[in-house]
């Protein structure tokens, strides 16, 4: 049979290169004298491995066997971090990416320890050429940059990030200026500062956020976005900016046309939840994903509790409403009071 690929140009050849895995492209060398060199210019580096210490010696092999003149536009890093692990590498590591112009940098660290905490992150914060950043078990506070400058990042995602404070979380929100993607998941403040507010982001287009611990204060700074979904939503009962049992105020929503809404328990008050879709006035598609909705209704207290939230519904004036999905309804058994909707 005629081998078509290896006779294609090698800047083909590294871009179909770049959608591998950096130990899948590297074993393609084995194939060819056409193939030997060609992953050493691809622009995509993916590492990941559960075992450090095979980790370690993959990424420093790759790095520095890789044509230095080559940008490296992605740069993924997943790994458990140990007791043997030295914060330096990763360093070392980041920082040849972002020498090399790196537009898309992915670092996952499942710790077994709380080491991340001494990993040096200034480099990330002050490069010029990232456009997306995802930050994965990385513990964020004021001495880990001096300063935040990311004038191209669009796209910022955090999960299971530690911050020293809000105050932190606030720099690294506006030293993104032209941010148009934010997904926060498992975000914690270690000093809970209470009276920190965030303002918007105004070239904010989606936003994946969850209601525990940043909640309300967030939902003001992502209110000019066109698509939103909220996580835990149960949470929306319980705040954490400071307001105790005050009801929240929620912001008006001009542009908003999708959201979401995930509860991981049910609930049976969906007072807030219709609080929010007031302020929606262009919305055009809603998602509800709540576990069991419907389900175990039997019990009368529980189904005076749920029948208290239709007013509210019947309340919710969308106009521009298109389309509604409710994920994982099971229905429930009972029969409608008189006088009330069926």
Aim: proline share 4%; aromatic share 10%; glycine share 4%.
């Amino acid at each position: 049979m005629v081998d078509r690929i290896s006779i294609l140009p090698d800047t083909i050849l590294s871009h179909i290169l770049s959608f591998l895995s950096t130990k899948e492209a590297v074993a393609t060398s084995v194939l060819s004298k056409t193939w030997y060199p060609q992953w050493r210019s691809v622009s995509t580096l993916d590492f990941e491995d559960l075992n450090y210490s095979r980790f370690l010696h993959s990424v420093y092999r790759v790095i520095l066997a890789r044509d230095h003149n080559q940008p490296i536009h992605k740069f993924r890093l997943r790994f458990i971090a140990r007791h043997d692990i030295d914060a330096t590498d990763i360093y070392v590591w980041v920082n040849a990416a972002v020498q090399r112009r790196v537009h898309h940098l992915e670092l996952s660290i499942l710790y077994q320890f709380h080491l991340t905490r001494f990993i040096n992150l200034s480099a990330i914060f002050t490069c010029r050429t990232l456009v997306i950043l995802k930050l994965n078990g990385l513990f964020l506070k004021p001495c880990s940059f001096s300063s935040i400058d990311l004038p191209l990042v669009k796209v910022l995602h955090l999960e299971c990030v530690p911050f020293a404070e809000r105050g932190v979380f606030g720099q690294l929100l506006y030293g993104c200026p032209v941010l148009e993607d934010i997904k926060t998941k498992s975000i914690v403040f270690i000093n809970q500062i209470t009276d920190r507010k965030f303002g918007i982001l105004p070239k904010l287009v989606r936003a994946d956020i969850s209601m525990y611990n940043t909640n309300f204060l967030l939902v003001e700074a992502v209110k000019n976005v066109e698509f939103l979904r909220i996580h835990e939503m149960e949470h929306m009962h319980h705040r954490h900016d400071g307001g105790g049992k005050d009801p929240f105020v929620f912001p008006e929503f001009p542009n908003l046309t999708h959201i979401e809404l995930i509860y991981n328990c049910y609930v049976y008050d969906w007072s807030q939840a219709v609080g929010l879709l007031k302020h929606c006035p262009k919305l055009q598609v809603l998602v509800i994903n709540q576990l069991h909705i419907g389900e175990g209704l039997e019990d009368k207290e529980e189904l005076v509790r749920a029948r208290k939230s239709f007013p509210y519904v019947r309340k919710c004036n969308l106009l521009c409403l298109q389309k509604v999905y409710l994920n994982d309804y099971r229905g429930g058994k009972g029969k409608a009071e008189q006088g009330e909707d069926q």
